[in-house]
């Protein structure tokens, strides 16, 4: 009964999403065909993607080569290779980006470090409306672990990502991080055989759930809107001489 009644729910959103495009990077430490805990919480939120038809791709960044640096290429800047201009090619379609990570000694993993470093080389882009690249997409974040930290890591990625350009919607980080210590990690074997850890946690699920279709809802509200207004915040017109009603010190 329960099972029909969600389907009858989830049926009766009407808006269209078929548009969008999502990109999910888990930045776990672990190389595939590893399993990977985040990666198992990161499917909660490509369900709901793929079920309301969001194109989506699926990065898992420790499999490739990304240079450090803060440049978009830095095999110009001595590398000797660097994968990460094909997977910004990624970043730049996407409309929604999640980024999951592990919790490692209570911050975000180091790939996920990187990644972040990668994504500021472009934060002098800009689009066609002279705005930052970054504006109007959205992002989030997914945190997985087994100790304290969730929201100390949420809190340090959305800002990274909003202070490139993303709009971050209401309640836009999730994880699981059990009991403080060692034990079993999201996704594993429960010992009596009845499941696996984390999967029947509802607060979990319910900020997981709540966390994707804001994502969904602020996605297609910035899509249909044509992104962020410009006026205020366009690099090009600000070069220009524009000032945007901002005061003259001469005059304060």
Request: charged share 25%; glycine share 12%.
């Amino acid at each position: 009964m329960l099972d029909d009644t969600q389907e009858r729910l989830c049926a009766e959103n009407k808006t269209d999403f078929s548009d969008l495009k999502a990109l999910t990077i888990n930045c776990t430490l672990k190389r595939s065909p590893d399993g990977s805990h985040t990666d198992k919480l990161l499917g909660v939120v490509e369900t709901i993607l793929v079920r309301n038809d969001v194109s989506l791709e699926q990065v898992r960044l420790v499999d490739h080569d990304i240079a450090p640096g803060v440049y978009p290429d830095m095999t110009d800047h001595g590398a000797p290779s660097d994968d990460w201009p094909a997977i910004w090619e990624k970043v730049e379609a996407a409309d929604i980006l999640v980024i999951g990570t592990p919790i490692w000694l209570g911050e975000k993993s180091s790939v996920c470090q990187r990644l972040i470093e990668r994504l500021y080389a472009h934060s002098g882009q800009r689009n066609d409306r002279g705005q930052y690249i970054f504006y109007g997409k959205v992002g989030g974040c997914i945190v997985t672990g087994n100790e304290d930290g969730i929201k100390h890591v949420g809190m340090g990625v959305l800002y990274s990502l909003q202070h490139v350009g993303y709009t971050i919607p209401p309640q836009a980080d999730a994880g699981w991080i059990g009991e403080a210590g060692p034990g079993p990690s999201y996704g594993d074997a429960k010992e009596d055989g009845s499941g696996y850890v984390g999967f029947d946690n509802d607060f979990t699920k319910r900020n997981t759930t709540f966390m994707t279709w804001n994502l969904m809802h602020m996605a297609r509200m910035l899509k249909d809107a044509g992104g962020i207004p410009c006026h205020g915040n366009s690099v090009d017109l600000w070069n220009e001489g524009r000032r945007f009603d901002a005061p003259n010190p001469e005059y304060r």
